[in-house]
């Protein structure tokens, strides 16, 4: 005989009501476990799932122990945009770092830089060499916490930085670079494992960050140590005369740097015929013949004219001046050097010098030659609202 509808739905309403219980049931047992029994295992936050040091008690303690076996390798510098930056020691007399401004690595301290990658080596004081540190090896890895230098308060210091996978990539301006996910890791950072090894030196890469480690790294320093002139750069960009036929046409100069030994003597459009004394048409013996020491004799060709030449090294004052309608013209201020302590900046018009109005460059060069030593010459910097006082001191 077929259950009546009655029946069903007695049913169907027990079957509802018992496994509603049992759900209330399982909930009272987690909200109010029995006394005595064992809580439950915490769960674990995403980093903590990365081990121990994660924890933040040990990473603490683990930057410590790497700031003691790194610090003495780091030395403090100014950077050539004004910035404090760290270099790394490389051996007992040099360092490396990275700068943004390497057409601006004139320094005293400056050994040698690649100006087209901004690769810097620099001197430091000499001191006992601590050992050296052990190089990672780079291999795909992560995600992992690396140690990262910073200028704190207190000079070099390290900060944890945790860091996404890490693989090496094909770079055209660097050869090879691990590429990194880290966030707010500037260039000329560098980057150490929290067991004191070397990572490597972030650098710019198209846009991005990444970090120049192992082979690469030492490659490119160690080829400066070695022969630092082959990082020089004279600061003069060289091109050809076109040419009807589409031969080779005389040696023309493009640009010259505002910094280069060659930025008073030499202008654009003029032609070099001759370097120190040998007709010259090759362009890359030319470009290595005006980085060398001491300068060459140039004949060069302007207009009509032909001139013969010699580099001039920056005046006593660390500028580089031109001639302006109102006066003088800064176009290039040297690091360090008394036209920097003195706030002047590229672009500012030296309006009036020690009372001569609208001085030209050499008047201020005779100035500033003339002075006695400790004398401070007031110079009046810009025009109208823009105008400022400025010491021009003669150390």
Do not use: C
Not at 155 to 172: E, H, I, M, N, Q
Not at 282 to 302: G, M
Not at 319 to 331: F, K
């Amino acid at each position: 005989m077929a259950p009546s509808p009655e029946s069903r739905e007695l049913r169907l309403l027990l079957v509802t009501v018992g496994a509603s219980l049992a759900v209330l049931v399982g909930l009272a047992q987690l909200r109010f476990p029995a006394p005595g029994a064992a809580p439950a295992a915490p769960q674990l936050l995403p980093l903590e799932r990365l081990g121990p040091q994660a924890v933040y008690e040990d990473l603490v303690q683990a930057v410590a122990r790497t700031e003691a076996r790194v610090l003495p390798h780091i030395v403090a510098r100014t950077r050539e945009d004004g910035r404090p930056g760290l270099a790394l020691r490389w051996n007992s007399t040099q360092a490396v770092a990275w700068t943004p401004r390497p057409e601006r690595a004139l320094g005293v301290d400056v050994v040698a830089v690649e100006r087209n990658r901004g690769l810097l080596l620099v001197r430091h004081a000499r001191a006992s060499s601590p050992a050296a540190l052990p190089e990672w090896t780079p291999e795909a890895a992560g995600p992992l916490y690396l140690a990262a230098t910073e200028v704190g308060a207190a000079g070099p210091a390290l900060r944890p930085v945790f860091v996404g996978r890490l693989k090496t990539v094909a770079s055209s301006t660097w050869g090879s670079l691990l590429s990194i996910t880290a966030a707010s890791l500037e260039p000329g950072t560098f980057l150490f494992t929290l067991d004191g090894r070397l990572v490597g030196l972030v650098v710019p890469d198209a846009g991005a960050a990444g970090v120049l480690a192992g082979a690469p790294l030492r490659a490119s320093v160690d080829a400066i140590v070695s022969d630092p002139s082959a990082a020089a750069w004279s600061g003069v960009r060289l091109g050809r005369v076109p040419t009807a036929e589409g031969g080779r046409g005389a040696l023309l100069v493009l640009a010259v740097e505002p910094w280069s030994a060659w930025a008073e003597p030499l202008r654009a459009g003029d032609q070099i015929e001759a370097v120190g004394g040998a007709t010259t048409t090759s362009l890359a013996e030319t470009e290595l013949a005006l980085q060398a020491q001491p300068s060459p004799r140039l004949r060069v060709r302007r207009g009509g004219t032909v001139l013969r030449l010699t580099a001039t090294a920056i005046a006593a004052h660390g500028l580089r001046l031109e001639a302006d309608l109102r006066g003088t013209r800064v176009v290039f201020v040297q690091p360090d050097s008394p036209g920097a302590r003195a706030g002047l900046r590229e672009g500012d018009v030296l309006t009036a010098l020690d009372g001569q109005a609208a001085p030209e460059p050499d008047q201020v060069l005779r100035r500033y030659r003339s002075a006695p030593r400790g004398a401070r010459l007031l110079a009046i910097a810009g025009h109208g609202r823009d105008a400022r006082a400025v010491v021009l001191e003669k150390p």
